[in-house]
C-alpha cells in the first residue's frame, strides 16, 4: 500500500478533476450543491471586488476628468489675460490716438502758435493725488526755453520753468507765483489769475481791479496777452459758482482750471508767435 500510495494520489488528482469538470459541465436546470455552496461562497467576494474596482475606476476617470479641467482652465485663464491686454492696448491707442488728433486740430485752429508737442514722461504728485509738477520730454535742442506757453486744446496748462538737457519742468497755472494776465470773456473786465499753491488741489483765483463791472459764476477766463508770457485767446479757467471776496484792490473769484491735471499726457509748448494780418487790410 505504501509503495501505490503515490500513484493512487496522482490518479485521484489527475481524474477527479476531469470527473468533476465533465459532471458539472453538463446542462441542467438546476445548479448542483457544489455549484450553490461555491456560489454562496465567492459571491461576496466577487460583489466585494466589483465594487473597489468600480470605485477605483470611477476615482480615476474623475481624476483624469478633472485634469483636463484645469488644463482647460488654465488655457482659458491665459487666452484671457493675451485678449484683456489686446483690448487694453487698442483702447489706450484709441485715446492716444484721439489726443493726438486734438492736438493737431487745435494746431489748425491756432495758425499764429508756433509750438511742438512734447509727451509728459513724470509727475510729481502730493499724498492726496494732487499733480504738483509734470515733467516733458522736449529740450533745448527742441527750441524750448524757459518761460515758455505750455496749453492743451481745453486751455492753459503753465509755462516752462527749467530746461535741462532734452527735457522740461513744467510750473502749473495754478501752482503759488503763477500768475496770468487774463479778460472775463467777451466783456471788458480785466485781472489776474494767481495759482494757489495748496497741495491738495487745484486751485486758482481771479482778482480784478474793477468790483463795479460784474462776474458772473461760469465766466470764461481767456489770455489779454499783456504779460508777454502767455499769447492771448487762451483759456485759463472759469468763475465757480461763489460770491467775490474782498481784496486789495478789488474783488477775488476762485477759478477752476479749464486743464484736468491730472489725465494729461501730451502737451503744446509755444515756441514763438506769427503776428496775422486782419484780412480786411492784408495787400
Known amino acids: 500500500m505504501q509503495k501505490h500510495r503515490a500513484t493512487i494520489v496522482g490518479f485521484v488528482s489527475l481524474v477527479l478533476p476531469a470527473v468533476l469538470l465533465w459532471y458539472h459541465g453538463k446542462d441542467r436546470p438546476e445548479a448542483t450543491v457544489y455549484q450553490r455552496t461555491l456560489s454562496r461562497i465567492a459571491s461576496p467576494a466577487q460583489d466585494a471586488v466589483g465594487t473597489v474596482v468600480g470605485a477605483a475606476r470611477d476615482v480615476w476617470l ?51 502758435l508756433v509750438t511742438i508737442a512734447a509727451r509728459i514722461v513724470a509727475k510729481d504728485v502730493s ?73 491738495n488741489d487745484f486751485l486758482a483765483s481771479f482778482e480784478t481791479s474793477d468790483p463795479k463791472r460784474e462776474v458772473r459764476p461760469g465766466d470764461m477766463l481767456v489770455t489779454n496777452g499783456e504779460d508777454e508770457r502767455y499769447p492771448k485767446g487762451l483759456v485759463v479757467g472759469t468763475i465757480r459758482d461763489l460770491p467775490g471776496r474782498p481784496a486789495e484792490a478789488g474783488l477775488l473769484f476762485e477759478v477752476e482750471p479749464a486743464v484736468n491735471y491730472g489725465t494729461l499726457d501730451e502737451i503744446l509748448i509755444v515756441t514763438s508767435t506769427i503776428e496775422r494780418i486782419p484780412t480786411e487790410i492784408a495787400p
Not at 476628468?65 to 483702447?91: I, K, P, T, Y
Not at 496748462?157 to 487774463?182: F, M, N, Q
Open 127 to 199: 499724498p492726496f493725488h494732487r499733480v504738483l509738477k509734470v515733467k516733458v520730454r522736449a529740450g533745448a535742442a527742441d527750441g524750448v526755453r524757459r518761460y515758455q506757453a505750455v496749453v492743451t486744446p481745453n486751455g492753459v496748462v503753465g509755462h516752462v520753468e527749467r530746461v535741462v538737457g532734452g527735457y522740461a519742468d513744467v510750473k502749473l497755472a495754478v501752482d503759488a507765483g503763477s500768475r496770468i494776465s487774463v479778460n472775463v470773456a467777451d466783456r471788458d473786465v480785466k485781472g489776474v489769475v494767481a495759482g494757489s499753491g495748496d497741495k
Open 62 to 112: 474623475d481624476y483624469i476628468w478633472l485634469v483636463g479641467v484645469q488644463q482647460d482652465n488654465r488655457e482659458f485663464v491665459q487666452r484671457n489675460a493675451v485678449l484683456s491686454g489686446m483690448v487694453q492696448d487698442r483702447d489706450q491707442l484709441k485715446k492716444e490716438n484721439k489726443r493726438l488728433k486734438a492736438l493737431l486740430a487745435y494746431k489748425g485752429e491756432r495758425p499764429d
